[in-house]
């Protein structure tokens, strides 16, 4: 009888965790999309679709999407190929510039679009001579190409660096020419990298809104269009519902990324090679030559963007009047409050996401406790949801509920947008643990939470701060999850900066994005040291 009464308490500790999850993920993500829903009325879809812009604005999110998406991952994909396989002068700059340029607010790519490539554009203007815009398709294009081919890089990197080099010598060893290595063995074998980084900036494209607001003039998308509908002319159903045709195609391509995950997880794992085994030349001189003349290229843009922005903090009028001013420093510094509540807002939703991610992770991949099943998904289902959509969701269940505490929604937010990504890390992290610590902690008496404190998180403490980091410098500059909850008291930096753009002050909207971006960069480059410092312990605490 004690036994049995200690084996059902045992069994009811173990689904308190997991049900505390599918709490938490059901208000927090599953109730606020489901609620948003009910707002919309037939005769308001009877309406939208009544309009030709509708269907104008579908076509425009469909050819952007497209566009963006292939020429981000083509350019992240050359890029990367370049870094491993191209022998590039001053390779280690190469490798990481992309990198410094991932870490910036991700609506800077916009802002600094416009100073270079405006109507008054440094390079448009100052340097061509040229009266012209680039607003509209072809100016979105190219910000939203820059500020996701970072991403693709890095996605496609691994899939390059995953190749046994071995493999493309031994074909070369057979008489096959390097363009036919290349066609018949590199980039087949790159194949699931490419797919996996396609299905993931498509999603990001879509759910995209900075860019598109800042760059797209008038050429309209759905992510855009949510916003309009609801600040213009607040019609919260025609905004849920513009809302479900941006969530179907993010929800259809989630699911095929997931399903191409675990389809190719064992192939990753067994194309296994480093890259240093094979120190022969790979590309042609040709080759060699236009991989470094494109690379280049690319580094220029990235420098540009950043340039463009520290010039048009200090000009008096951008384009206009290059006098040298710190007006525009100054009163970016005045915006002490909307810079503190980044920060402070970006860090709690880093250390809650960091935390439901981890113990998500710890549940799915190394118990068997019950009711777990599902958690895998639902905790990466809102890099599904599009940032535009989940906002609005969040905006009407509080006001659905009475809840008024924007601080506390922003929070939220901000913590369940990025649990798709640490759960990833964390999941990778608890993978290269041997389970027989985590038995060997059970069979002294220690119960699994306990393990998950005291064995799990410590051993992957590298990983778990690299997932706080990422987070929080996202966190900071976050844009369309937030856009719907901002208040006058609880106002965010990266909202003032759209804001001075939509209202043409380039200049205090520069100065404002430098201030967040130096910022960022210190809080990365003191995460990155503190981390190498944490797996340097971690290394010497798992040796012993």
């Not at 309406?47 to 469909?62: C, P, Q």
């Not at 992309?98 to 910036?104: D, F, K």
């Not at 922003?410 to 993978?431: G, K, Q």
């Not at 999850?481 to 001075?500: D, E, G, P, Q, R």
Request: positive net charge; contains cysteine; aromatic residues 14%.
């Amino acid at each position: 009888m004690n036994i049995k009464t200690g084996i059902l308490q045992d069994s009811e500790k173990n689904m308190l965790p997991t049900m505390a999850l599918w709490f938490f993920f059901g208000v927090f993500i599953l109730l606020p999309v489901f609620f948003v829903f009910t707002t919309i009325r037939p005769s308001e879809v009877k309406e939208l679709f009544d309009t030709s812009s509708l269907f104008t604005v579908i076509r425009n999110t469909a050819l952007i999407c497209l566009c963006s998406t292939v020429l981000s991952v083509t350019v992240g994909y050359i890029y990367a190929y370049a870094v491993i396989r191209g022998n590039l002068p001053f390779k280690n700059f190469f490798a990481l510039l992309p990198l410094v340029h991932m870490i910036t607010p991700p609506f800077v790519g916009g802002l600094s679009f416009i100073l270079l490539f405006g109507r008054q554009g440094f390079i448009t203007k100052t340097l061509l001579g040229m009266d012209l815009s680039l607003y509209g398709f072809s100016g979105l294009l190219l910000s939203q190409t820059l500020c996701f081919f970072p991403v693709a890089y890095l996605i496609c990197l691994q899939a390059v660096e995953g190749i046994n080099p071995s493999i493309e010598q031994a074909a070369v060893s057979m008489g096959a020419g390097r363009w036919k290595v290349f066609k018949t063995v590199t980039l087949p074998l790159s194949s699931a990298g490419i797919s996996s980084a396609l299905l993931f900036i498509a999603v990001s494209v879509l759910s995209d809104f900075g860019n598109p607001l800042i760059a797209g003039g008038r050429f309209k998308v759905l992510s855009v269009e949510i916003y309009t509908q609801l600040t213009g002319w607040l019609n919260t159903g025609k905004s849920a519902f513009l809302g479900l045709l941006l969530l179907l195609p993010s929800l259809f391509l989630f699911i095929l990324q997931n399903t191409l995950y675990r389809k190719n997880a064992f192939r990753f794992a067994t194309i296994g090679g480093k890259a240093s085994s094979f120190s022969g030349r790979t590309v042609s001189r040709t080759a060699h030559i236009v991989l470094t003349a494109f690379c280049t290229f690319i580094v220029l843009l990235i420098i540009a963007q950043l340039l463009s922005l520290i010039a048009g903090s200090f000009q008096q009028l951008w384009g206009l009047d290059t006098t040298f001013t710190l007006k525009h420093l100054k009163a970016a510094l005045s915006y002490k409050q909307e810079l503190l509540n980044s920060l402070f807002f970006a860090l709690a939703a880093s250390l809650i996401s960091v935390f439901i991610a981890s113990l998500t992770a710890f549940i799915t991949h190394r118990t068997d406790f019950p009711l777990k099943r599902g958690l895998n998904s639902v905790c990466q289902l809102p890099s599904a949801i599009p940032g535009t959509l989940f906002g609005l969701s969040l905006a009407y269940t509080s006001k659905l509920l009475h809840i008024r505490c924007s601080a506390f929604l922003i929070i939220m937010t901000m913590a369940v947008s990025y649990l798709p990504f640490s759960y990833r890390i964390c999941s990778s992290a608890y993978a290269r643990l041997k389970t027989t610590l985590d038995d060997a902690a059970l069979s002294l008496g220690a119960g699994y939470f306990k393990v998950f404190l005291t064995v799990t998180a410590p051993l992957s403490t590298g990983a778990l701060f690299s997932a706080f980091v990422y987070n929080f410098v996202r966190g900071a500059g976050t844009l369309s999850a937030v856009i719907f909850l901002v208040s006058f008291n609880t106002n965010l930096a990266s909202v003032k900066i759209l804001n001075l753009a939509e209202q043409g002050d380039w200049g205090k909207a520069a100065a404002l994005a430098l201030v967040l971006t130096f910022i960022t960069f210190i809080i990365v480059g003191t995460g990155k040291f503190c981390g190498k410092c944490l797996e340097r312990e971690e290394l010497k605490q798992y040796g012993k």
